[in-house]
T-cell receptor
């Protein structure tokens, strides 16, 4: 049973560039959430996707956008990268109706912006 | 607004010692959920426990136990007879009961180092 997989694991970009991160949820899961974790901090909620729609969003600017595909996989896009976007980006999947917060996380994509 | 405070940044213990990780939360919701997650060096967060605001019973799972006290807005986590494999960063988190199931507010984490 494959868990949550994310790609790429590491990447380096320069300011102003754009990046796309990918996530495949755990088998059978239909909901995907994205979190940003800066060094030494707790994860911060970016947004959640369910049935290919963004269902809720945290306090992140419009430069952060996402998509969910019919197979439940998801992408996170960040435009006009800033140095402060350097972080570990975590994808979490869950099954709608299983109750709040029991999330399965991937190992993350570590983004460095130079 | 919701807030989770983990005042202990880092704790070091020797194997077999007991250790308690503190968590204090703030919320205006009357119904909410509390969680603990473990983050090993590999990066993925691992779910440990969920507790709803109406269930103040303490819970024990093997060497792990959790003490939820609504009166002090605390949800502390104790590891009994710690082991080297317990070394990780531990996060306490809070969510609303209504709406999305995935919007967790995390604390800043406590790094636990267990040495031989």
């Amino acid at each position: 049973d494959a868990g949550v997989t994310q790609s790429p694991t590491h990447l380096i970009k320069t300011r102003g560039q754009q990046v796309t991160l990918r996530c495949s949820p755990k088998s059978g899961h239909d909901t995907v959430s994205w979190y940003q974790q800066a060094l030494g901090q707790g994860p911060q909620f970016i947004f959640q996707y369910y049935e290919e729609e963004e269902r809720q969003r945290g306090n992140f600017p419009d430069r952060f956008s996402g998509h969910q595909f019919p197979n439940y996989s998801s992408e996170l896009n960040v435009n006009a990268l800033l140095l402060g976007d350097s972080a570990l980006y975590l994808c979490a999947s869950s099954l709608e109706g299983r109750g709040p917060g029991e999330l399965f996380f991937g190992e993350g994509s570590r983004l460095t912006v130079l | 607004a919701q807030k989770v405070t983990q005042a202990q940044t880092e704790i070091s213990v020797v194997e077999k010692e007991d250790v308690t990780l503190d968590c204090v939360y703030e919320t205006r919701d009357t119904t909410y959920y509390l969680f603990w997650y473990k983050q090993p060096p590999s990066g993925e967060l691992v779910f440990l426990i969920r507790r709803n605001s109406f269930d103040e019973q303490n819970e024990i799972s093997g060497r792990y136990s959790w003490n939820f006290q609504k009166s002090t807005s605390s949800f502390n986590f104790t590891i009994t007879a710690s082991q080297v494999v317990d070394s990780a960063v531990y996060f306490c988190a809070l969510s609303e009961a209504a709406g999305t199931a995935s919007k967790l507010t995390f604390g800043t984490g406590t790094r636990l180092q267990v040495t031989l």
